[in-house]
């Protein structure tokens, strides 16, 4: 309960940071105008420090995973996972990719919120609250994970970025390959939550597989 807990406000505050510095922004609804202006786009009041906050977290949750936090059998998964994500978030930074950024991370972010909150119902035993919560996420999952970020942030990142600059940027090979290894684990994470989701309609109440398949 505390480690969800934790995290949920975690991803919480994140989470509102990031709407913080995007609701007003008309590039957020536009994905060829993340491009537009790089590498001088004006850097806005908030993204350093969103930028810094979430590679401070992933960060120090890369080691907790190892040191900490409970074995699960998808820990090899989750640590590459991270470690993909610290790249991304550092390179993202110092070169300027920082509208792009934010949005994968808001992105994420979105998923992660709902998935703590669902947990934390759930050991609270409100569990009719912690089914409710489930399904928001899987569908949210379905739409943002396994939809919005190939068809959207990673086909800006393969051809916008190209189209809008008129040139390769840099490392762009690295950067949509590293992204498409997000993807995959997300996919690979999906078939997990719907096996959890079977359980939840068969006994009307999920559990962490995970956990129970070490």
């Known amino acids: 309960m505390c480690e969800s807990f934790w995290k949920l406000t975690a991803y919480g505050s994140m989470l509102l940071l990031e709407v913080a510095i995007v609701h007003n922004e008309p590039w957020f609804w536009r994905p060829a105008d993340y491009w537009v202006g790089w590498p001088n786009q004006p850097e806005l009041p908030l993204m350093r420090v969103l930028f810094w906050v979430q590679l401070a977290y992933y960060i120090s949750t890369t080691f907790t995973l190892a040191l900490w936090e409970v074995p699960r059998s998808d820990y090899w998964v989750m640590q590459t996972h991270h470690c993909c994500t610290v ?8 070169s300027g990719y920082q509208r792009w950024g934010c949005l994968i991370m808001m992105l994420h972010d979105i998923n992660d919120v709902i998935m703590e ?5 759930n050991y609270a ?4 609250a912690a089914n409710g919560a489930f399904a928001a996420f899987v569908l949210s999952w379905a739409a943002l ?3 919005a970020f190939p068809a959207i942030l990673i086909r800006s990142t393969l051809f916008d970025s190209v ?14 390959t590293l992204l498409c290894v997000l993807c995959c684990f997300h996919i690979y ?6 096996r959890v989701a079977y359980m939840t309609v068969v006994k009307g109440q999920g559990e962490d597989i995970r956990e129970k398949e070490d």
Do not use: D, M, S
Not at 163 to 176: C, E, I, M, Q, S
Not at 189 to 194: D, E, K, Q, S
């Open 87 to 94: 790249v991304l978030i550092y390179y993202n930074y110092i």
């Open 117 to 121: 909150l669902a947990k934390c119902l």
């Open 163 to 176: 189209r809008v600059l008129g040139y390769t940027p840099p490392h762009h090979a690295l950067l949509n």
């Open 189 to 194: 994470w999906f078939g997990l939550i719907l």
């Open 145 to 147: 994970r396994l939809y």
């Open 125 to 128: 035993e409100q569990h009719t």
